[in-house]
């Protein structure tokens, strides 16, 4: 059973940094070709995908929003994906979950593949 537990929210000012972590668990490896990634979704507001790996060429890609400021990186021998966070904003403020699908573009709607429980992050002004 694939499971990812998000972890490494919580509150900070802004300009500062935090770095999301999530661990991985169920794939043989290599995360099994799936794309994986964040997205964050804020109060009143739809999913956002953030940023991803792709299982078709290895990328990572980031949405504009984040692009510059954020980073994904993933270390395969622990199953873990991290996301660095720098220079945040009060729109970054939202519930930051890591996920897995067949491709990036779908990590960010409702009936994604892989989806751990979330993470708060909230941006202070």
């Known amino acids: 059973e694939v499971q990812l537990q998000a972890s490494g929210g919580g509150l900070v000012q802004a300009g500062g940094s935090l770095r999301l972590s999530c661990a991985v668990s169920?794939?043989?490896?290599?995360?099994?070709?799936?794309?994986i990634g964040w997205f964050r979704q804020a109060p009143g507001k739809e999913r956002e995908g953030i940023s991803c790996?792709?299982?078709?060429?290895?990328?990572?890609y980031y949405a504009d929003s984040v692009k510059g400021r954020f980073t994904l990186s993933s270390d395969n021998p622990k199953n873990t994906l991290y996301l660095q966070m720098n220079s945040l904003k009060p729109e970054d403020t939202a519930v930051y979950y890591c996920?897995?699908?067949?491709?990036?573009?779908?990590?960010?709607?409702?009936?994604?593949?892989?989806r751990g429980q979330g993470t708060q992050v909230t941006v202070s002004s």
């Open positions: 996920a897995a699908d067949s491709q990036c573009v779908a990590l960010a709607k409702e009936r994604v593949a892989y």
């Open positions: 169920g794939f043989t490896s290599a995360f099994d070709g799936y794309a």
């Open positions: 790996i792709s299982s078709s060429d290895g990328l990572t």
